[in-house]
C-alpha cells in the first residue's frame, strides 16, 4: 500500500481548485460579454458616451469680467511667429488631425470586448490543463486506493 504525503495531497487538491476557479471565472466573464453584446445592447452605452467625449483645449480658458460702464476695446498686439514655429504648429495640427482620424475608426467597447475576450480565453487554456492534470492524478490514487 502506497501512502502519500498530506501536503501532496493538499497540492493536489490546492491547484484543482485554482484551475477550477479559472474555468469558472473565465466563464461567467464570457457569458456576461455574450449577454451584453447579444441581449443588454444598452449596457455599455454610458461607456461609449464618455468615450465620445470632446477634447478639451490644452489651455485654461479664463473669463474676463468687463466693467459695467465701460467698453474694451481688443487690444492690437501683432503675435510674431518664426518659420519655424509655423512648421511646428503645421506639424502639430497634421498630427492631430491623423489622431482624430484614427480614432474614429476604433470603437473602444469592441475593443474593450476584444481585451477582455482575449485575457477569458488565456484563462481557458491555463485553467483547463491544470484543473485535468491535477483532478486525474487524484482520481487515479483515490481508484488505487480502493482497490487495494
Not at 502519500?4 to 493536489?12: A, D, E, G, K, M
Not at 466573464?29 to 490644452?58: C, H, S, V, W
Not at 487554456?125 to 481508484?143: A, N, Q, V
Request: net charge positive.
Amino acid at each position: 500500500m502506497k501512502k502519500h504525503s498530506l501536503v501532496r495531497t493538499i497540492y493536489l487538491y490546492l491547484f484543482t481548485l485554482v484551475g477550477l476557479a479559472l474555468l469558472i471565472i473565465s466563464g461567467v466573464r464570457f457569458l456576461d460579454m455574450g449577454l451584453k453584446a447579444f441581449i443588454f445592447t444598452k449596457a455599455e452605452e454610458e461607456e461609449r458616451l464618455l468615450n465620445k467625449q470632446p477634447l478639451y483645449p490644452p489651455i485654461r480658458v479664463q473669463k474676463i469680467a468687463e466693467p459695467e460702464n465701460e467698453i474694451l476695446e481688443p487690444k492690437q498686439e501683432e503675435i510674431k511667429l518664426s518659420q519655424e514655429e509655423k512648421n511646428q504648429i503645421d506639424q502639430w495640427i497634421n498630427e492631430y488631425n491623423n489622431w482624430q482620424e484614427t480614432r474614429a475608426k476604433i470603437d473602444p467597447i469592441t475593443s474593450k470586448r476584444h481585451r477582455n475576450a482575449s485575457l477569458n480565453l488565456a484563462m481557458i487554456l491555463i485553467g483547463l490543463p491544470l484543473y485535468l492534470y491535477h483532478w486525474g492524478i487524484i482520481k487515479r490514487e483515490t481508484k488505487n486506493q480502493k482497490d487495494e
